[in-house]
């Protein structure tokens, strides 16, 4: 005796993949001549026959299965269609049988448990194209082309949470514009909003969702590789190849110093993104310049990584000591605003504990000796870096030669 019945209203049918063995497969896949597929599943042994449940798939519905989508039980008590009980006789003078039933005359005891998954790595988009295809089509093109591939452990589908991955695509066109700044210019600005100049150049665009795990392309939005090399190219070639690299704390300060306070903080965070996926992660890169390179990062590697550029990357506050005029004082929010009398810069930002009784003595106006730290961030929603201020001192100029002078 088989698994397969003979001769019935299914059709020839052919073994696809099995799923669970134990003395011969007990849940499988199989197709049809005419390309129906089913999925069987073993329901109940006999002394002259085993009973089987077939139920017909589509392409879809298999993949949500197979990955965990869907549990086997839920399948069988919501089929597509009919589903079908199928009599396997052990002796071969009896012919197979199938019968269509619905889910309603299905015994409990035919059907899996209520928890049973499969979670089968199912690829539901089209495979991603390895580092050597990518070069090719990029020379096709005339654009750097780069795939980001992250593994997510508890996914079994190409599908992958919009919010992380927004997340790691705000991050990654941070760093590719931080480190086309450093192609472009030379002395990039390590605070305030990027040039216009920058930005178009590093502009690129979203162009595939692919297989193997998940998987997003992005590309060049210009084609201008196509008249030689471009910052686009450069730092697409940079990031791989950093990321390539060990993660040993001599190797990631070297990095550090190469890309500059901005860039740094910028792969910083993209870093950090990444290893919050828990997973493993792949760049793929091709270029009509630089050819093809590959950078694979396991979850381990990822989260090392990050730790040590957290240590390189953190900066000591700068401290900031001028004459300024209080424009603005908000003891209960804890928040102020002072005009450097010489230059004429505003900063606002927020008060320390230690000065917040001197704000809230201070007057509008007036004039004071000011001690302020400066820390520089990049803000995730745009990948602009900014400044905060935090006001650590504040003596009116009247007592500045008296006990009150700057500590």
Not at 146 to 165: G, N, S
Not at 355 to 362: E, I, L, P
Not at 379 to 396: D, F, R, V
Request: aromatic share 6%; net charge negative; charged share 25%.
């Amino acid at each position: 005796m088989g698994w397969l019945p003979i001769n019935t209203v299914l059709g020839d049918l052919e073994t696809c993949e099995v799923f669970v063995e134990y003395d011969g497969p007990r849940l499988f896949a199989c197709r049809s001549s005419t390309d129906q597929q089913f999925i069987a599943g073993w329901a109940e042994e006999g002394g002259d026959r085993d009973l089987w449940l077939y139920l017909p798939v589509s392409g879809g519905r298999l993949s949500a299965v197979r990955s965990g989508g869907i549990k086997l039980r839920d399948a069988y008590l919501r089929p597509e269609g009919f589903l079908y009980l199928v009599s396997l006789h052990h002796r071969g003078d009896e012919p197979d049988a199938a019968t269509p039933v619905r889910p309603s005359d299905l015994h409990e005891n035919w059907l899996p448990a209520a928890d049973f998954a499969l979670n089968i790595q199912t690829p539901t988009a089209q495979l991603a194209l390895t580092a050597a295809e990518l070069e090719r089509l990029a020379v096709q093109e005339g654009r750097t082309r780069l795939d980001v591939q992250v593994h997510l452990p508890e996914y079994y589908r190409t599908e992958a949470p919009t919010r992380k991955i927004g997340e790691v695509l705000i991050a990654l066109q941070s760093v590719l514009e931080n480190f086309g700044s450093l192609e472009i210019q030379d002395e990039p600005p390590q605070a305030g909003a990027l040039p216009d100049t920058v930005t178009r150049a590093m502009a690129s665009n979203v162009v595939s969702l692919s297989a193997a795990s998940f998987v997003v392309g992005i590309a060049s939005t210009e084609g201008q590789d196509l008249f030689g090399e471009s910052p686009f190219s450069k730092a697409v070639e940079r990031l791989v190849t950093i990321a390539a690299n060990d993660a040993d704390g001599e190797t990631v300060s070297e990095e550090v110093k190469q890309l500059k306070p901005r860039g740094a903080r910028s792969y910083s965070k993209l870093i950090r993104e990444l290893a919050d996926t828990s997973g493993d992660v792949a760049f793929n890169a091709g270029s009509p310049q630089f050819g093809a390179r590959t950078a694979r990062l396991s979850a381990e590697k990822l989260e090392r990584l990050s730790h040590l550029l957290d240590a390189a990357v953190e900066q000591d506050p700068v401290e900031i000591r001028a004459r300024m005029i209080l424009v603005a004082a908000d003891s209960e929010h804890m928040r102020f605003g002072l005009r450097d009398v010489e230059t004429q810069a505003l900063y606002q930002g927020k008060v320390s504990p230690a000065a917040a009784s001197q704000v809230s003595r201070a007057t509008i106006h007036d004039e004071y000796e000011v001690v302020m730290t400066e820390v520089a961030f990049d803000e995730a929603a745009t990948g602009e870096t900014k400044l905060s201020y935090t006001l650590e001192q504040l003596l009116h100029v009247a007592n500045e030669t008296g006990p009150d002078t700057f500590e």
